[in-house]
């Protein structure tokens, strides 16, 4: 395992664009909200949402393939990729999310650029007056962030077995927590 230091520095070897790096600080946020409130270790699901899309930028037609090499020569284990690529289950690969943690990272990826574009929408461009209620209007409006998908998020409350709002509120909340750091 590599430090979380050494896990934002390999992120920029293969990331320059400042959105890609924002959007990969939190999704590390958001897996350690996670990750704290379910009782599981934080550093690592950080780590895992730090770099689950390390390869996205220089390799977008290789997305959760090149990753599996950029990570096991930054000395992360098999373990580990898995975790990573689970993530494009059914999009780009087909290494389906097993763990809790895969599966919170494969239903809250999407939603985090939703509720993302959600609060750049809002006179204070932030999360922390967001509601539920807002985030479901925006959802349901398929030209909205037309980007991220919709399918994903249902299925990925699915597979942890949530209701739509709770994964909504849970991750607003996670996006609140680490609004500030990312």
């Not at 050494?6 to 920029?12: R, V, W």
């Not at 946020?29 to 934080?42: H, I, N, S, V, W």
């Not at 967001?130 to 597979?159: P, Y």
Request: hydrophobic residues 35%.
């Amino acid at each position: 395992m590599i430090t979380r230091d050494a896990g934002l520095e390999l992120l920029k070897k293969y990331n320059h664009e400042e959105f890609h790096i924002q959007h990969a600080l939190t999704v590390e946020g958001t897996m350690r909200y996670f990750a704290e409130k379910l009782g599981f270790d934080p550093e690592y699901w950080g780590l895992v949402g730090l770099l689950h899309d390390i390869d996205f930028e220089q390799y977008p037609e290789e997305h959760c393939q090149k990753a599996s090499e950029l990570l096991r020569e930054g000395g992360l284990d098999d373990d580990f990729i898995h975790s990573v690529c689970s993530h494009g289950y059914g999009l780009c690969c087909d290494i389906e999310p097993t763990h809790q943690m895969e599966k919170v990272l494969f239903a809250t990826d999407e939603l985090t650029g939703l509720i993302g574009a959600c609060a750049l929408m809002r006179p204070s461009k932030s999360v922390q007056d967001m509601e539920v209620k807002s985030l479901k209007k925006k959802f349901k409006d398929k030209k909205f962030a037309a980007g991220c998908s919709r399918d994903v998020i249902r299925q990925g409350a699915e597979m942890l077995g949530w209701e739509l709002d709770e994964l909504f509120q849970e991750t607003i909340l996670a996006m609140r927590a680490c609004e500030q750091q990312a």
